[in-house]
């Protein structure tokens, strides 16, 4: 779990939050393996506290899951459950193209433009990380020029639920998007066509829920893990 490092004094709550969400999407948490509060406080270097209220709410994001007197463990990804947070992040994304893109000013577009050739270097060098976190900072500008707090928060609340499982999908072609699609994506922002911008963006996320749909509907049948 080389992802659960020490963490600051301040924020506690937050921080732990933040390691523990990463190290399960990251997978460094496997899915269903058992979470002790006493263990991850000590890896985090916390106290117990902060460690329960961050594995409370993660609970409430659908990462973790617990019985009473029995266990607290990382869920298992359920086609119904991935489809569903896919579903709903491609509709914030698509409401963040049709009010950001008439807002998008050229620096936008210079930064969806970089961000996207740091997307085709990373997935021509099979960095997953590097080619995710591009993936991410290219969709966030259309977010944050839409202004739309409640979006924001939507996405960034159930994004993680999809991503672990896309992480797993890396080396399929394109599932992680393409460097083509959003190419396109960059140049209807460019053009100020809204429209066209929710319909790639639109493409984009529904390719994705279907091969992690597919995906996890062979892991639940065959009981072999989604690649």
């Known amino acids: 779990m080389d992802a659960l490092r020490p963490v600051g004094r301040t924020l506690l ?7 523990l969400r990463e190290a399960i999407v990251r997978g460094d948490l496997a899915p269903g393996a058992p979470l002790k509060d006493a263990d ?3 890896r985090l270097g916390l106290s117990r506290a902060p460690v329960r ?12 899951e617990s019985k009473p007197q029995s266990y607290t463990r990382v869920t298992r990804p359920v086609s119904r459950v991935v489809r569903d947070a896919a579903s ?17 000013g050229p620096e936008g577009i210079r930064a969806m433009r970089e961000a996207n050739e740091r997307f085709a270097a990373a997935v021509r060098a099979s960095d997953v990380e590097a080619a995710l976190t591009a993936d991410d900072e290219l969709h966030q500008v259309l977010v944050i ?13 159930y994004t993680p639920l999809i991503r672990r499982v896309e992480r797993r999908l890396f080396g399929d072609a394109g599932s992680c998007g393409s460097a083509e699609l959003h190419a396109r994506l960059i140049d209807a922002c460019e053009e100020g ?10 493409e984009i996320w529904a390719a994705l829920e ?15 893990p989604a690649p």
């Open 210 to 224: 279907q091969l992690a749909d597919d995906a996890i509907e062979v892991a639940e049948v065959t009981g072999i």
């Open 13 to 19: 709550r937050d921080r732990a939050y933040e390691a």
């Open 88 to 104: 709903v992040v491609r509709v914030m994304h698509e409401l963040a193209a049709r009010t950001g893109v008439p807002l998008l």
């Open 53 to 64: 209220e961050a594995l409370a709410r993660l609970g409430q994001e659908g990462l973790v």
């Open 145 to 157: 020029a839409s202004g739309n707090h409640a979006a924001a928060a939507t996405i960034a609340r």
């Open 193 to 202: 066509d809204a429209a066209e911008a929710v319909r790639v963006t639109t």
């Open 40 to 42: 991850l406080a000590d």
